[in-house]
């Protein structure tokens, strides 16, 4: 059974930083491209940012690209998301998410799996 467990959430001030990680278990997670996803109270469900299988491409949204980066350690069946100035905007629940291909798919049809969520939340 695949798992994706999420960590690093929390309350920050604009401005500030905070890293999540996603620790996924449960299949071969260098094959497959991951993202993650982002979703504001009374908001659609938006994709923040991705990677390909190998970490040779990644994708980022307008409202997140210069200040968000996605990594991946494929030693530790990890994913990042460093997250610097943060803006109120920017919260939300975080979620990530393993692609069922290993190229880089923004459809969020094309994630299979997703972790529980974690609370990003920027006070001004």
């Known amino acids: 059974q695949v798992q994706l467990v999420e960590s690093g959430g929390g309350l920050v001030q604009a401005g500030g930083s905070l890293r999540l990680s996603c620790a996924a278990s449960g299949r071969t997670f260098s094959r497959y491209a991951m993202g993650w996803f982002r979703q504001a109270p009374g908001k659609e469900r938006e994709y923040a940012a991705g990677i390909n299988y190998s970490g040779s491409t990644t994708y980022y949204s307008d409202s997140v690209k210069g200040r968000f980066t996605i990594s991946r350690d494929n030693g530790k069946n990890t994913v990042y998301l460093q997250m610097n100035d943060l803006k109120p905007e920017d919260t939300a629940v975080y979620y990530c998410?393993?692609?069922?291909?290993?190229?880089?798919?923004?459809?969020?049809?094309?994630?299979?799996?997703w972790g529980q969520g974690t609370q990003v939340t920027v006070s001004s």
């Open positions: 998410a393993s692609a069922r291909y290993g190229r880089l798919d923004l459809t969020p049809e094309t994630y299979d799996y």
